[in-house]
C-alpha cells in the first residue's frame, strides 16, 4: 500500500548545505585579514593550495565513486575543510605540505567513510594531525609577526619561500622562525622559570596571549558570535568548551600564578577560538543533542587544557576534538531528548477545584 506522508523530518530549516559553508567562510575573511595583516600573504596562498586541492580530490573520489559531481562539489564543505586547515598549517611552509594535508583530509578523512554526513572525524583535523605527527619540523616553524614587518615580507616573497624554498636576504627559514608562544611557556616551565619570568621583556607575548594572535583572536571570535546569531551553529558547544576552558585553567592558576597560565592566555592563544566556533561545531561529527553539545564541549575545553599543561604538544586541540569525536555517539545516546523535546509536563488541580470535580 502505498502511503501520501513521507518519511520525517518534515520541516525543513530553510538553510541549505551550501548557504550554511558560505556563512562559516563569510564569518573567517576578517579574521583571514587580521592573520595577514600581521603574518604576510603565507595563510591566502595556503588557502588557494589547500581548497584547491581539497576540491581536485574530492571530484577524483566522487568520479571513483561513480557518484554525481557537481552536487557535492558545489555543496561547500570541501571548501570549509580547505580553509580551516590552511589556518592551521604555518604560513611559510612548504607546498607540499598543505597539499598533502588537504587530500588526506578529503580522500581519507571523508570520502572513505562515504563522504558528507557519515564521517565521524574531523576531516581538517584528521589532516592536521596527520602533518603533525608526519612532518613535526615543518609544521612548528612559525614566524613571529615583528619579523615578517621588518624584514618587509612581501607576497612575491612568500611565493618564493613556499614554492622554492629560497627565502629573502640568504635568510634561512631558522633565522625566521621561533617558537610560538605556547610552546615557549611549555618549554620554559619544563626549566622551571616562572611564568613572569618568561613573559616579561619577550616580544611575542600581547597582552593576553601571542601578539598578532590576539587581534585573529578576536575577529575569530566576532565571527563566532554572528555564526550563532545567524543561527548557522548553537552556542552549546562554543560557551560549554571555552566555558570549561576558563574555569579548569583558573583553578590552576589561582593555585600557583607562576607555574600555570591565566585563563585569559589559554583563550586567545593557539587555535582556541578557532576551535569553538569553526572546528568543534562540525555538524557531521560533533555530538547533536543539545545536552550531549553541552557535554561535549566541556570535554574538549578539558581535554585542551590538559595536552597543553601535562601533554607532550603545546597546544592539543586537535587531539582534543578528535578524542571528543569518537564519544560524540556515546553521549548522543544517553542524551537523547524526549519525543516531543519537552520536558514531562506536571499537571496541578488548583484548591478551589478540588471539591467540585475539576469544573470551570
Partial sequence: MNLDTPSSPHIHSGVRINSMMLRVCLALVPAIIAYTWFFGWGLCINILLAVATALCAEALMLRIRQRPIAPFLTDGSALVTGLLLAFCIPPFAPWWITVMGAAFAIIVAKQLYGGLGYNPFNPAMVGYVMLLISFPLEMTQWVPPNIVNQLEIGFIDTLN????????????????????????????????????????????????????????????????????????????????????????????????????????????????????????????????????????????????????????????????????????????????????????????????????????
Avoid: C
Fill in 161 to 360: 619561500i613556499i614554492f622554492t624554498g629560497n627565502f629573502p636576504y640568504q635568510l634561512s627559514i631558522d633565522a625566521l622562525t621561533m617558537a610560538t608562544p605556547l610552546d615557549t611557556i611549555k618549554t620554559e616551565l619544563g626549566l622551571n622559570v616562572t611564568v613572569t619570568e618568561i613573559i616579561r621583556g619577550n616580544a611575542i607575548f600581547g597582552d593576553f596571549g601571542g601578539v598578532g594572535w590576539e587581534w585573529v583572536g578576536n575577529w575569530v571570535l566576532l565571527g563566532g558570535i554572528w555564526l550563532i546569531y545567524k543561527h548557522i551553529i548553537s552556542w552549546h558547544i562554543p560557551v560549554a568548551l571555552l566555558g570549561s576552558l576558563v574555569i579548569i585553567s583558573f583553578f590552576f592558576f589561582m593555585l600557583d600564578p607562576d607555574a600555570y597560565p591565566s585563563p585569559m592566555f589559554h583563550l586567545f592563544s593557539g587555535a582556541t577560538l578557532l576551535a569553538a566556533f569553526f572546528i568543534a561545531t562540525d555538524p557531521v561529527s560533533a555530538s547533536t543533542t543539545p545536552r550531549g553539545r553541552i557535554y561535549y564541549g566541556i570535554g574538549i575545553g578539558v581535554l585542551i587544557y590538559v595536552i597543553r599543561t601535562w601533554g607532550g604538544y603545546p597546544d592539543g586541540v586537535a587531539f582534543a576534538v578528535l578524542l571528543m569525536n569518537m564519544a560524540a555517539p556515546t553521549i548522543d545516546y544517553y542524551t537523547q531528548p524526549r519525543v516531543y523535546g519537552h520536558p514531562k509536563a506536571h499537571h496541578t488541580i488548583h484548591p478551589s477545584r478540588r471539591d467540585d470535580g475539576d469544573k470551570p
